[in-house]
């Protein structure tokens, strides 16, 4: 058996050898059994599911959140005369509609989906008519939503994995600790799967952490990783304006060619500038967590971590972004106590609450039409209740589980409502503060990763994962640098804890709570945008307004922090034309209705703040 594996791998895919767990796990697939797999980034986990799907009859269905990935895949198959092709929005409806046709007409080895695509009833109706004999699912921690990137789209797999005939399933992701192994296993419904989990250590990677409490201090370290490492790297921070800010500061200091990536980039900006990141040998991406997943590029020599991420999943597959080609790469995580706000406040942001989780079921049930049906889509729910997208599709994913809402045409734009009850309300709220209270320990638990200076950290990371093989590869952190130096190890302040009970304010970089125009202050410093800035402090947009007007003629934030040049230039113009700010009434009746009174009052707060520092 072994021998022909082998052979048909040099046939088709031209490559001498199996890694190690690759062919373990082909053939537990090729056995019939469902499959747990769990290697580390860049071990080779697609080509169980290509190797498997080129080698047996029927079609394998990829199901995958990393479109960028997908073409590049399918080109590298299409290459090796491997009939393959994704389905996914980047795709014209009507290219989209021939490939569907091929699909049933069985014309293809491989289909790559995005988890969305599993809410178009067409799709899925196609699917029944397709031979699927393979199930792969990519990335599968984001089915867990107790993993580090939980993605409410993937708990629609496990019903059409039913749908389907329950075909043979391999699921495969890079980080996942046992708890999270569990829950995709429950998730997809696989009984009595077989596990392969070939380790975590990734010997190539030295591992440090630097306290850095202040901006000049972490600058300090990215000046001195720029100065001893050469090569491409990636360079993580926690918001959109210190992504910009760096950028600027390193283009300006070294010259370098520097690349800003976040999610509020429009997608073709953020597909042009993977592009030139990934053709350039010495480029800097600096970048929030939303770059990364199927990023293929073996030769990033540093990854930089600016803020400490929420948890070490997180932090381990960012990390694990560097060296990929097997050489030696640096890991290198800059701590300061403040830095676990910011994913203070995401955890208390991640789910809608129980006032928000009514808004959005009455949005829908409010807009139900004769035939029973509520024509809108995520999209639409995000602008109708004013949430943060983040809620309204954990939202959706809430009562579609508890069975209050059901899809019920293609495209994900139809929603039938039941009705909505206490106990559902009751159950959905006590799981979200269960998720809540384990992602809280999961923070400490990075804290104190970056905190330790007394134990070798590439230990920490492996045996998080349930990995307690012992790390033989020198240097592989920090502390085992030193140690080996005979040098002494620093003593990493410990963060400050919070102190409850002083009213409605967030804590500060002191650890103390601070007053709640101040706790605004401190969001838009971070680059959030004023709707996320509402999400966070669970405030309405009239009393952010009304905080950020109060921030502006104190000059402690500027007004493009708040208001859109466009829309600044339009107010302006209203506020010449009547004269004066006494009332805003009059330049509101000179203004489109979408205007609000908050955003008037701002840009009045910025007239006055100039006419008193030019008088």
């Known amino acids: ?105 069985q014309q293809y080895r491989l289909v790559y989906i995005a988890p969305e695509r599993l809410q178009n009833a067409r799709f899925i109706e ?53 708890l999270v192994q569990d829950d995709i296993l429950q998730q997809l419904r696989l009984k009595k799967p077989q596990r392969i989990v070939t380790g975590f250590s990734r010997p190539n990677l030295v591992f440090h952490s630097r306290y850095t409490p202040d901006t ?86 540093f990854v930089v971590h600016y803020n400490v991420p929420g948890t070490i999943e997180a932090y381990y597959q960012e990390a694990g972004r560097a060296g990929r080609d097997g050489k030696l790469a640096q890991c290198m995580l800059l701590y300061a106590p403040q830095d676990r706000n910011l994913q203070e406040w995401f955890i208390e942001n991640d789910a809608p609450s129980q006032n928000e989780l009514t808004n959005l079921y009455q949005a829908i049930a409010s807009r139900v039409q004769d035939d029973g049906i509520a024509k809108l889509d995520a999209d639409a729910l995000t602008r109708i209740t004013r949430l943060f997208e983040v809620k309204v599709r954990v939202g959706l994913a ?16 139809g929603y039938k409502t039941n009705t909505l009850t206490t106990e559902f309300m009751k159950a959905t709220q006590l799981e979200v503060q269960e998720r809540r209270t384990l992602k809280r320990k999961q923070l400490e638990m990075m804290i104190t990763f970056a905190e330790t200076s007394t134990r070798c950290r590439q230990s920490m990371l492996v045996g998080h994962f349930g990995d307690l093989s012992e790390i033989n590869n020198k240097p592989c952190c920090d502390y085992c640098i030193r140690t080996a130096r005979g040098e002494a190890h620093p003593d990493i302040p410990k963060a400050m804890g919070r102190r409850r009970g002083v009213g409605a304010g967030i804590a500060g970089a002191d650890g103390v709570i601070i007053d709640t125009v101040s706790a605004t202050e401190l969001l838009f410093k971070a680059g959030l945008p004023l709707r996320e800035v509402c999400v966070r402090r669970g405030l309405g947009s009239s009393t952010i307004y009304q905080h950020a007007a109060q921030l502006i003629t104190e000059g402690r934030i500027m007004l493009n922090q708040v208001i859109a040049t466009e829309l600044e230039s339009q107010i302006r113009i209203a506020i010449v034309s009547v004269g004066t700010v006494e009332k805003l009434a009059p330049i509101k009746n000179l203004l489109p209705d979408t205007i609000e009174y908050g955003q008037i009052r701002c840009v009045v707060a910025m007239v006055t703040r100039e006419k008193l520092s030019s008088s």
Request: hydrophobic share 40%; glycine share 10%.
């Open 1 to 105: 058996m072994s021998t022909q594996l082998i052979s048909l791998l040099r046939q088709h895919f031209g490559i001498p050898s199996f890694r190690t767990g690759q062919q373990e796990a082909i053939e537990s697939v090729l056995a019939g059994k469902d499959t747990l797999v769990v290697m580390p980034t860049g071990s080779g986990k697609s080509l169980i599911y290509q190797y498997t799907a080129v080698v047996t009859d029927g079609l394998a269905l990829v199901i995958s959140p990393l479109i960028a990935l997908m073409k590049d895949q399918v080109d590298s198959l299409q290459r090796r005369g491997i009939a393959a092709t994704f389905i996914n929005s980047t795709v014209a409806h009507e290219e989209q509609l021939r490939r569907i046709q091929k699909m049933i007409d």
């Open 126 to 178: 196609a699917l029944k008519q397709t031979e699927v004999t393979l199930l792969a699912v990519d990335e599968a921690h984001c089915i867990s939503q107790w993993g580090h990137d939980f993605r409410p789209d993937y708990l629609n797999i496990g019903k059409m994995r039913g749908l389907l005939g329950n075909p043979v399933t391999v699921a495969l992701t890079a980080t996942a600790t046992p």
């Open 216 to 301: 000049p201090s972490k600058m300090a370290v990215i000046r001195k990783v720029l100065g001893t490492v050469k090569g491409a790297g990636i360079v993580y921070v926690g918001t959109r304006r210190e992504a910009d800010e760096l950028n600027l500061t390193l283009e300006s200091e070294f010259g370098v060619p520097s690349f800003v990536y976040h999610g509020g980039m429009d997608k073709k900006e953020r597909e042009n500038v993977q592009e030139v990141f990934l053709r350039n040998p010495n480029a800097i991406m600096i970048a929030t967590n939303a770059f990364g997943m199927g990023v293929d590029r073996p030769d990033v020599r």
């Open 398 to 413: 809430q009562l579609e589980r508890g069975g209050i809402i059901e899809h019920v045409t293609e495209g994900g734009l």
